[in-house]
């Protein structure tokens, strides 16, 4: 049956309750009428293409729950699209609610159209890399008219929302060569578009053709994530005026998009000093009028490979809190590997805390339950309510079981055994004998 809307924004606008919404609403505990005036607004995207037939869909943005992101995808190092797969299956049981297929080897479609067949999280992707590999053909012989109908090819097949980084002009790239930085570009996408901009001379074919690729959005609902190309990559080069020039431009094609009822995400940084991040959460709100914002990271410190995981999540947990509504999660292989089925796990985990941190802190309506509940089990020493209120119950209980205290004190743990404060407590609260020694 034909639908009387184009978009989710677009029905929302219109009154019209699809039944995405009705999925979202009840997932977020939120009044239908408040989901979709949000919509309405762009200040909440629901990004589901019409022909991802198998999605579960999610909202993200104000008021919502805080989404997490894991990239994944097929690269030449690792080409086996079964161990692809089983990873997305892996992190949607994890709890990720998007999965960016990032392939860069090969023939990326079947494994494209599989995920829009068969996986419940949202699919993104960033069409310029595909580009290269689609087309077989050098960067520098790829015309504007390439990039755009690869834009057409991930909507057709589905794809939920797609990275394309339109902020990045030829002033960026004046920028940029006078030196301005200490990182340059340390996005993917943005240094391709800038490689290619430099070997051409022409503008940024997501810039110049932007119209053309939101009636592309508009026919698919394909929500679009407009990237941080200049997103820093290092302390030193945070908040600055490439950074901040971009993010200024993304604030003008966010309105421009929203007059065709496309969908729209913002990204962000990048690596930035925790003391810079609400600041950078209330500009991006501020200029891109409330448009969900996706952050990638932030990474508090440069110093920590092996550990980013913990950076970004540190950085993601401020950055949530204070108004970013999606984490693109990290893994500790970040700046040194690809990432393997442990970093991928360990990575989900650490986003999943700092989304969950955040949505404590904001006061989501039933964010704490689970906490709560957890506290019951800890107080009553009740090791299996314990692990079922667990973010990652198999290993809490791996670690317990390797070291598990002795069986005269068994409902303790190994750390303070006959000492343990619960037990002591809840003896002495009851009135008995408390057996140290
Ligand atoms: S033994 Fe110590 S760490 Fe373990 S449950 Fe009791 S108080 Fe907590």
């Excluded at 930085?181 to 800038?194: A, C, D, Q, Y």
């Excluded at 729209?264 to 969900?292: R, S, T, Y």
């Amino acid at each position: 049956m034909a639908l009387n809307y184009a978009t989710q924004m677009d029905a929302a606008r219109k009154g019209i309750v699809t039944p995405q919404m009705k999925a979202v609403a009840a997932k977020e505990n939120m009044d239908i009428d408040q989901l979709m005036d949000l919509i309405a607004k762009g200040q909440v995207v629901i990004p589901a293409n019409v022909n991802h037939t198998s999605l579960d869909p999610n909202g993200i943005g104000k008021q919502l729950k805080t989404k997490i992101n894991v990239n994944l995808g097929v690269s030449r190092d690792c080409r086996d699209l079964n161990v692809e797969l089983d990873k997305v299956m892996d992190a949607v049981n994890l709890g990720a609610e998007a999965i960016m297929d990032l392939s860069s080897h090969g023939n990326t479609q079947p494994f494209r159209r599989k995920l829009t067949s068969e996986c419940p999280a949202m699919i993104g992707t960033v069409p310029v890399y595909d580009a290269v590999i689609h087309y077989q053909r050098d960067l520098g012989t790829l015309t504007a008219r390439d990039f755009i109908d690869v834009v057409r090819l991930h909507a057709e097949d589905g794809v939920d929302f797609v990275t394309l980084h339109c902020g990045l002009t030829k002033e960026t790239v004046r920028q940029v060569k006078a030196g301005e930085r200490k990182m340059n570009i340390v996005s993917r996408g943005g240094s391709l578009i800038f490689a290619w901009m430099s070997m051409t001379g022409e503008e940024n074919p997501f810039y110049e053709y932007y119209d053309e690729i939101l009636d592309i959005c508009r026919k698919y609902d394909v929500t679009i994530s407009l990237g941080d190309a200049c997103r820093p990559g290092c302390l030193a080069d945070a908040t600055d005026r490439i950074q901040l020039g971009e993010l200024m431009r993304l604030g003008e094609l966010t309105e421009r998009a929203w007059k065709k009822d496309v969908q729209v995400m913002v990204e962000g940084p990048g690596h930035v000093p925790l003391d810079q991040i609400a600041a950078n959460m209330k500009v991006q709100q501020q200029v891109c009028h409330g448009a969900p914002f996706y952050v990638l990271g932030p990474l508090v410190t440069d110093i920590a490979p092996g550990y980013d995981h913990i950076t970004a999540a540190i950085g993601g947990a401020v950055a949530a809190y204070n108004g970013a509504a999606f984490l693109c999660y990290v893994t500790p292989a970040e700046h040194l590997a690809l990432p393997n089925r442990d970093d991928v796990h360990e990575g989900i985990i650490a986003s999943k805390i700092a989304a969950h941190a955040a949505d404590i802190a904001k006061g989501l309506p039933g964010a704490r339950d689970q906490d709560d509940r957890m506290a019951d089990a800890r107080r009553k020493l009740d090791w299996d309510a314990q692990f079922a209120e667990c973010l990652d119950p198999e290993r809490a209980k791996a670690i317990r079981d390797s070291r598990a205290p002795g069986d005269d004190h068994s409902d303790t743990c190994s750390m303070c055994g006959k000492f343990c404060a619960v037990r002591s407590m809840n003896k002495a609260l009851a009135g008995e004998i408390i057996d140290i020694l």
